[in-house]
């Protein structure tokens, strides 16, 4: 089997064998999945519906879920391109609001500059695999 991985570029990983979360963010995405409310609690009828489901739940995630990790915007907007606008907009409008009433933040007010690279759980990482990443 290791062989076989080899052969297909494929680096194996042991970090933790037989554990049902081993890929974070496909663990994240059935989370999303099984949270929506119209997520069926029993079996899909038929292939049909299953896809039928599948293609509205990734509509609904690619183009009306806003996701913490790209500051709330779509992956969609991410990948049009019109996310640093949304992000701009949204900016002008919480500055307009600090000048409005600064007592309201004690601190400035939020960061809304989008990453190039999302982590999971990134404050788990140890400052030197930080190092390596970068």
């Known amino acids: 089997m290791l062989a076989t991985l080899e052969n297909l570029g494929i680096v194996a990983s042991f970090r933790r064998p037989r554990v049902s979360n081993d890929n974070p963010f496909a663990e994240s995405l059935f989370r999303t999945c099984k949270y929506r409310p119209d997520y069926s609690r029993r079996p899909f009828g038929s292939i049909n519906e299953a896809r039928a489901w599948t293609q509205q739940f990734a509509r609904w995630y690619n183009h ?49 500059e989008l990453t190039d690279e999302v982590w999971l759980n990134p404050e788990r990482m140890q400052p030197e695999e930080l190092k390596q990443v970068a």
């Open 64 to 112: 009306e879920h806003k996701h913490s990790g790209l500051k709330f915007v779509t992956p969609a907007q991410r990948q049009n391109g019109v996310a640093a606008a949304v992000l701009a907009q949204r900016e002008a409008v919480y500055a307009e609001a600090r000048q409005r009433n600064p007592r309201r933040w004690s601190q400035s007010t939020r960061d809304w």
